[in-house]
Structure formats: structure tokens, C-alpha cells
């Protein structure tokens, strides 16, 4: 194992990046993404890097010359964050729908307008469908050990990955950090070998048309090969074990065996959270606390498992879905729920949106109401949580 | 005067391979004149190419799954970004020779075959983006003036007075307001090293140019007059005509530019025919008025005198070949 350095994230995230041997970078600068592409292009103009920076001019070409260029058979990787994302929104569809194994750092950031540079998950929440597979890190650490694994799972499933951190609070934060050794990347993750590549010694279509006699059938394959992926996400992250004796999983749970009601979380706000927990917990309450890892494919299974026997749950989200039942999480986990035997309440709110705090006090607060919301009648499916009258 | 030419021998049109990496029996309409640039040129780049397609009717003819025309490896991404797609796909090959992870032995040829839709309108910053930052590619805009795959909708390269079913000819407004958009201009404005227009009827002329872009280790541009018997209203059989008018009557003269400022005119047309001699065989122009036509000529001859004029004043060096 390397050592132990403080580092800000997004430099820890993209020597991360330079680890993995990436073949080509492309991307477009966007605050709060800007100082992990910025770190690539350093390393690469210093011979540090044997890479191809290409310096798009936007969001949209980022993605395309990843597809390009992963098409050939590189190792491929871009970053961004906001309305960046919805700018190559049309070819994350593309990528996925190729199976190329990009992978792509998104560091969370509110949608405009208005336009907000601070962090919720709004930007991300759009590529839900996607077909992409997206995990979350809730700090600087495990930003960069999901970066190796995103590698490892893309180039075994042919599917695109996305790591979200959250910007500022995650991004630009210096923590201390633990890179792994360079042997050790490159046993973890050998040479991209791609079955079907763009290679005139054996040529092949890519992105024909999809006729109505056979789209449905690829739609379906990829599906499939999305729930598929499951299983190497999971193994990926036990060799990632092995290596380093950091065990990962789809769902992480603190304080969950004797919980009535708990917490349901993505990304850096947890860290919060579980001071709240353990405040509630020194007074006698039987709070817990459960954080989503892996968004897509959804844990099913364990997340149902992970719940135990809560009475309530409040899933507590970081983006809109305007005019529905909840937030794309609330969404996800009362339709997980229906098929389930366990019926928790679920209390779901929509908060910490385009940078607003959510404080320890804030979370005792809400673990509060989750606890009278066992007996209460829902009256909402959902509310915004902090906002000022 | 590159140096990439300094051994440049012009193709041996005798010497042509036989095969074409672009199979028949693809969807194209009868007299197809944009899918026939594609099958020459790729004589000349040959089975060494990853070809790349804007979406647009050369990319729907070719490949609706389980067929596909392409004997060479093909994508098609989207509409507007095959010049990224292509530079993605140039920097990977550049980074995998350069790590032994492929064959450097021999270049392989990257080249963009986008619309003018794609090329003119949608993917004009991808267009630039790609020139600029230097990628080794050869991008060809087939030009066939409009919409065609969605059913003729006007395009930035449609010309004056063109009806489309998004220009039509109206009693108020005569189809197309405006001239064409000087894409040359804008391409040539980036400095690349090779710059080209072409028309596929002048067959020795296109194909060198065709080799010429696939020596110069950069970026090269080739704009293709791709005629649309359908779009266009004209006769099938009447697609080597259009071709011939087309530069004859100085609507598509046929030049070179090199690294951006040295001029070649390739053919001079001294007595040129009239425009309306192309005009009246396409329906697309059978609405305009004796003023209307006359106006056409009138900017074809300033734009023609203009072109001649930038050939003598910006006129390659006289040294060598």
C-alpha cells in the first residue's frame, strides 16, 4: 500500500487516474470539476502521464471522443459535473448503449437555474436511466477506491461507470488519502483488451440502425447485462479486499441491527448523519443509518435485507423530481418496498440542495420526526426539507 | 510544398484496386450522387481506414442491422459530433501505437464522412474544435445542400432561392433567403494544412486529393459537390450532368488551399456556361423569376472572380514540384 498523504481529493482522484494507465482524457473544464482535469493535463505535459489530452471545447465533445476513442480500443476517462452532464446528456445513452467502458467522475453539483455551483445530486439524478453503472463516495478515500474499481468493472462488463463525489464538500477538500502502489493497480487492473474494437484487421459496424424486428431485443441484452454486472461489481471489490483489506459493499449500514427507524442516504452527507446517530444513540434511541454505494444496478436484495426491522425509514434525498411521489431515491426505495414483506413507513424529503447545510442538529431533528412518522397517517409523499416560509 | 508530398506521385486511375470497401446493394436512391464520392474515395484510402458517419442518409443506407455496406471498420455516433468521434479515435490509435499496444507500422487512415447538415449547422463547432487542436483526420462534407434524410429541410449550405420543404417557394418568400454559407471560408480560416474542394465527376482531380489528404499528418478537409436526385427534384440519370454544371457554370468551383494560405485554382473556367442551364433541370429552382436568375449569376460571378483572385494574390510559392 502506498502511504497515507494528505492531498486535496480531486488531485488524490486524478493521480488515481494516472495509475490506471488511462489512453486517452478528454474532457471540458466546469467548476467544481476543474482541479482533477487540470492535474491530468499537468502530468501529462510533464511526461508524467503517457496519455492523449484532448482539450474539447465542450461537454459534449468530451464525451464523443471518449466514445471515439474507447471505440478503438483506449482506456478512456472524463470528468464533470452540472450542466456539463446535460450537455453530453445525448451520448451517455450512446456510450452505454456501445458498451464502452468509459469511466467518468462526476462530481455532484445543482442544476441551473438558478444557476448554483455548490453540491446536491440534481445533475446526476438526470442519468439514472442512462444505463450507466454509479456508485457514490462519501469521502476523498473512497472517491479514489471506487476510481480503480469503476476501471476494473467497466473493462469486465463493457459497461460505463460513473463515480459520484460531491463537489466542494468531497472535491476540494485535502484529506489525508491512501493511494495504492502502481504494481498493485496493475495487477488489479491489466491492459484493456476489447473483443470488438474498431480495428481495420477485423472490421466491424458500430452504431447501426436499430431496426423495430431487433431493438427491443438489444434494449433488453443490455438490461441484462446491467443486472449482470452486479455480480462484478461485487467481485471487484473483494479482489479490491484482498489487495487492501478495505472491504466495500452495494449498501453501507451503521447502527442497523436493533434500528426502528433510520436514515437513507447517498454520498458525503452520511458523515454528518452518523454524528447524529451517535448522539441519539448515547441517549438511549434506536437510530440507524443506511447508505446507497451502488445507485445503479440498485441492491435490491440488500437493501431490503438492510433495513431489518425499522418501523420508519426516512430516505432523505438530494434531488428533484418535479411534480412526482418523491425524490429519485424515495422513488426507488418505496417501489423496491411494494414487493417486499417489510413495509416501513417512508418518510421522504428533499434537501441539502444547491449547497444548503444540513447540520448534526438538523438530522437529530429529522431522526425525530421519522420516529412519530411511525404512527402517523402520511399526509405527503414528499416535502422540501429546510425550505424558508 | 508540403513536405508529406515531396515523393507525391498522383494516383494511376489504371492501377485502382478493383475491390470497393463500400459494398452495393446499399439503400441509396437511383443516381445517388453523395454515396458514389464515398465509394471512390475509399479506393484510395483503402481497406487501412476506420471511416466514421455524422448521422444523415449515407449512414441510414449503409447499415440498418443486420446489414451493413461498410467492409471496413465503421461507427456512427450522432448527428453533430463525428469530427469529435474521429479525434477520439485518433488519439486513441495515437496513444496505443505509441505504447506498442498496436501496430505502428502504418498509419491508420481516419475519415469523416458527415453532411452538410452535420458539417455546416450542427456539428460546425465539433468541425472547428477537431481543425484546431490538429488531429490527423480527413473530414469530407458531402454536400448535397439540405436536410435530405429527414426529407429536405434547409441546411446552411442550401443554396440562394432553393426550395425545401422548410424553405419552400411561397408566394411571399421564393424558397432559401440567403446565399450559401461560405464554409469554405470558415475551414480555410483555421490554417489546416490541407484544404480541398472536390466534385466526384472530375475523377482524377478528386482522387489525388483524396491521397493528398491521407499524407498530411494533420488534419485535411475535403468539401464534396454530392448531388440529390431526389432532394433536388432532378432526374436520376441526370447526376453526371448536375456534376459537370455544377463546376462548369462556376456555381462549385474546384480549388485547393494549403496550410491556409497558399490558393489553387485546379480548373479555370473560362467560358463558363450559364447558371440557369443547371438551374432549370433541378425543380428545386423552377420557381425563380428572370430577376431571380439573374441575381444567382450575377453572385456566382463575384464569388468566381473573388476565388480567382485570392489564387493569384495567394499563390504557392514557384519553387519545386
Redesign the interface.
Known sequence: MGKRVAKEVSIAVADAVAQCRV??I?AYPITPMTHIVEHLAELVNNGEL???Y?????E??AM???????????R?FTSTAAQGLMFMY??LF?ASG?RLPIVMVVVNRALSAPISIWNDHGDVMTMRDAGWIQTFAENGQEAVDLLYHAYRVAEKTMIPVAVNLDGFIVSHVVEPVELLDQEQVDKYLP?LKMKYK???K??????????PE?YTEVKKAQDEALKASYRVILQAWKDFEKITGKRYQPIETYWMEDAEVALVLMGSLSETAMNAVDKLRDQGKKVGLIRIRLWRPFPLQEFIKAIGKVKALCVFDRAMSYGSTGGPVGIEVRSALYQSNKRPKVLNLIGALGGRDVTVEDFEEIFDRTYSFIKAKPRFTYEIYGAKE | MRPEWTKFKPVNIKELPKEDWIAPGHRGCQGCGTVLPIKLALKVLGPNTIAVSSTGCMEIITSPFPFTSWKIPWIHVAFENAATVASGIEAGLKALMRKGKISKKEWINVAVFAGDGATYDIGLQYVSGALERGHRIIYFCLDNEAYMNTGVQRSGGTPLFAHTTTSPAGKVIHGKVGWKKNLDGIVIAHGIPYFATANPIFFADFLNKVKKASLVEGPSFIHVYSTCPTGWGAKSEDTVTLCRLATETRIFPLFEVIDGKYYILNRKIDKPKPVEEYLKIQRRFRHLTPEEIELFQNKVNEEYERLVKLCEVFAPPKESS
Request: charged share 15%.
Open positions: 489512453d486517452v478528454s503517457d496519455a492523449e484532448i482539450a474539447v471545447e465542450s459534449h465533445a464523443s471522443a471518449c466514445i471515439g476513442a474507447a471505440a478503438a480500443g483506449a478512456t445525448e451520448l450512446i456501445f491492459p474498431l480495428d481495420p477485423k472490421p466491424i459496424t458500430m452504431g447501426a440502425i436499430g431496426v431487433i
